[in-house]
């Protein structure tokens, strides 16, 4: 589950550093100060979850939580989870201090937060304060577990870094060892900080943390999303912070944080041995009084024994886990299930005004539950062919998919030859329905089509690497990606094509499902599909975003273009900025181009050279990280067969033959040097 509201704030210098620049000038008055918690940083009211009123049940129960932050002993890790009241006036409070905060100090400064926070927002609903210490926010919404990205904000450090380009290497790399020993933290302190220095000397400390309740997935999106944001926000300085409510990154060329990590007083003592000092002092005499042959024999029989028992024991226990896996996924199947009348009086009897789309495989349609919840539903053509036990057991599969950029599957239904899967209702359209479409397209901004690209490779590398299958789409294009309320996109109809297991990384299929203009051409061509072709649908997909232009063609005055040769003839002649949605403003020109770039990696004809789902997210979220330089796209073609219609097949073949050959060459070579010096003007 994941929030996100409002945009971006910059805290400015004036604020910057109170607890550590003139902590290091000033010892006596930062004593003081720490004290005090006065570092007081930031504050958000979110007003668009509304206002309480005074005397309210909301508000006492708020005072309540507040009133007892302070006084709560019980949590000594520097995490509180607390809420109170009931229903629609339960208040849901979090309070997160910094992981090297000692208990005391952390409880003082959720003090003087719990007691700031009602007068910085007064009755707003939810609302989040940030000191250097520690965080607190509460609302009306369940935030526990919850990763919230937004309402952030950054701070940069005055100072410019010198030798900017290996700065920000060791930058990278410390940040990118920080973020996965952060997210690896358990579920009491997910926090890392380490240093690094650089070539010519200049040190570089880091300080790395997630809201402890958070998963270790969450938090690493987390981490990598504000990662990303720090050429925003602090491009070649020498520090700066990127924070928000469920996870925050800081940098700096001096030692802010304490070192000595708190010792954690629950945490039970390294596993207690049986032997008391005495018996292992008499053994120790023993040891010492046989002859040191008959020991070493005695001792090769005990490991050998131990080992034997050791191995019995674990194959019992995978054994009663392999029967109680095969019990919860019987009932898991039933809690999955959803009866048919259920599902046809949600739909309204699938009548037409529900019907929400017609997908390769079936009407979708619009539904409500009696418990409210809003679902859709692809009702499958009837001629899927396939068992009720094989159906059941993919559908158990792709439930387990869960990431905030796929769409939910929630559960099934069989009836007869119907059948039905239900998913979560994802209240926006698809990305074709704004980004192909001149008045829509506005409410993109680069910005949030920035979001997309990268939350579509997020869910895609989910698909590909991180989740137990490996899932190849197969079908990815615009109008499988769905938006939420905040525009966050979900991609859709995935696990729908044969599942293909973690072993097998390529799988010939006679049955083609693709989308013609967004498939690989040995997918297209030979029915070959592997994570590769997908990443081929991706490159496709970002150069759509970015030029808001359908891959079928683009409008070139006289004749029809098809993008990826439009985008392809714009970057070899250093001319990439074309490709760019005129209706975009160019503030973001650098990473509009890098996204370009990246596009153009992906449309390789030889799928050896296209960047996997986890080189493309490293480079979207690694500024630094230099890219390959793009050879000219599969299906390049001249001029004289351009004018392709959408479904029509592709020519491939004649790419093999002849003419084309030369010219493509020489355009490979000349765009070495033409358009890359042209791209990122530093
Ligand atoms: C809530 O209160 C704030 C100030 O107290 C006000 O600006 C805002 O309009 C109010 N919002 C609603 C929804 O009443
Ligand atoms: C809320 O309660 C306080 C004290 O109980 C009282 O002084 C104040 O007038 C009340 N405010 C409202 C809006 O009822
Ligand atoms: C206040 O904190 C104590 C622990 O210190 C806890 O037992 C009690 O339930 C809390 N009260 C409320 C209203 O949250
Ligand atoms: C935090 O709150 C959630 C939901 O209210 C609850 O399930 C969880 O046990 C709480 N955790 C702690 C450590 O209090
Ligand atoms: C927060 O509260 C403390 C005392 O509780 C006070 O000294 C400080 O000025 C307050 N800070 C803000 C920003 O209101
Ligand atoms: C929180 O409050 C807002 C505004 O009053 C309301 O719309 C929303 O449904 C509430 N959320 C919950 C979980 O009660
Ligand atoms: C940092 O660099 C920028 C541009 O390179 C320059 O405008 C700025 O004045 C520099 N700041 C300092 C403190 O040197
Ligand atoms: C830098 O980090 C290392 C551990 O990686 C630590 O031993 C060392 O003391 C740190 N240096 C400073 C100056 O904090």
Redesign the pocket.
């Known amino acids: 589950m994941i929030r996100r509201k409002a945009s971006v704030n910059v805290v400015p210098y004036s604020d910057y550093g109170m607890g550590a620049v003139s902590c290091m000038l000033l010892f006596f008055l930062c004593g003081v100060l720490s004290q005090a918690n006065a570092q007081y940083l930031f504050q958000s009211c979110d007003n668009s979850n509304g206002n309480y009123t005074a005397n309210s049940t909301y508000n006492t129960n708020l005072i309540t939580l507040l009133s007892n932050l302070s006084s709560n002993t019980e949590i000594n890790y520097g995490f509180y989870n607390f809420s109170h009241g009931q229903n629609a006036d339960k208040v849901n409070a979090i309070g997160l201090c910094r992981g090297d905060v000692e208990p005391n100090e952390c409880r003082s400064c959720l003090k003087d937060a719990g007691g700031n926070i009602t007068q910085l927002c007064p009755n707003q609903k939810e609302a989040t304060i940030y000191y250097d210490n520690c965080l607190l926010r509460y609302s009306n919404h369940s935030i526990f577990g919850v990763l919230d990205i937004s309402p952030d904000f950054y701070m940069a450090n005055?100072?410019?870094a010198t030798e900017v380009v290996e700065f920000n290497r060791v930058l990278d790399d410390l940040l990118k060892e920080l973020k996965g020993k952060a997210a690896s933290g358990d579920s009491r302190r997910k926090y890392a900080t380490d240093n690094d220095t650089t070539m010519n000397f200049q040190t570089i400390y880091g300080l790395l943390q997630c809201s402890p309740d958070l998963t270790q997935t969450d938090c690493n999106d987390c981490l990598d999303e504000a990662i990303t944001r720090i050429p925003t926000c602090c491009d070649?300085r020498r520090g700066g912070r990127v924070v928000g409510p469920s996870c925050n990154i800081r940098y700096e060329n001096y030692r802010f944080y304490e070192q000595t990590t708190i010792i954690d007083p629950e945490t039970p003592p390294p596993s207690t041995i049986n032997t008391s000092p005495e018996e292992s002092s008499n053994t120790t005499i023993i040891v010492i009084a046989v002859i040191v042959p008959a020991a070493a024999v005695v001792l090769v029989t005990c490991l050998f024994l131990y080992l034997r028992r050791r191995k019995a024991r674990k194959n019992l226990a995978v054994k009663e886990e392999e029967d109680e896996k095969e019990e919860d996924e019987i009932s898991i199947v039933e809690s999955l299930q959803f009866n048919f009348d259920t599902i046809r009086v949600a739909t309204e009897d699938f009548s037409d005004s529900n019907k929400l789309g017609q997908g390769g495989f079936g009407a979708v349609y619009w539904g409500r539950l009696s418990n409210g919840q809003i679902i859709a539903v692809k009702r499958l053509s009837r001629d899927s062919g396939q068992g009720d036990t094989e159906f059941k057991n993919e559908v158990l599969l792709v439930v387990k998919l869960q990431h905030r950029n796929l769409v939910r599957l929630l559960g099934f239904c069989l009836e007869g030859r119907e059948r039905l899967l239900v998913y979560e209702f994802v209240p926006n359209k698809s990305l074709d329905y704004f980004i192909f479409d001149p008045s829509m397209k506005a409410q993109l901004d680069w910005e949030k089509r920035y979001k997309i690209i990268r939350g579509i490779a997020r869910g895609l590398l989910y698909l590909h690497e991180d989740s137990q299958l490996r899932i190849i789409h197969r079908d990815l294009k615009a109008s499988n990606i769905l938006l939420d309320q905040e525009m966050n996109p979900k991609i859709a109809d995935f696990g729908m094509a044969r599942l293909v297991l973690m072993d097998q990384t390529q799988a010939n299929t006679s049955r083609i499902v693709g989308t013609y203009g967004y498939m690989a051409p040995e997918y297209a061509m030979h029915g070959q599909f592997s994570v590769k072709s997908d990443v081929f649908s991706f490159g496709v997909l970002i150069l759509e975003i970015v030029s808001g232009q359908k891959n079928s063609g683009i409008n070139n005055g006289e004749n029809m273009e098809d993008l990826l040769n439009f985008a392809w003839r714009n970057w070899k002649e250093g001319k990439a900025i074309n490709i760019v949605d005129p209706s975009l403003n160019s503030n973001s020109r650098n990473e509009m181009l890098r996204c370009i770039h990246i596009g153009l990696l992906c449309v390789q004809e030889n799928l050896v050279d296209r960047p996997t789902m986890a080189n493309i997210v490293l480079m979207l979220n690694s500024y630094s990280l230099s890219l390959p330089i793009p050879a000219e796209p599969a299906f390049y073609m001249n001029s004289r067969t351009r004018s392709l219609p959408e479904m029509q097949s592709w020519d491939y073949n004649s790419r093999e033959t002849g003419s084309s050959e030369p010219i493509l060459k020489s355009a490979q070579e000349s765009e070495n040097e033409v358009s890359i010096t042209e791209l990122y003007p530093r």
Request: aromatic share 0%; charged share 25%.
């Open positions: 005055p100072n410019n070649d």
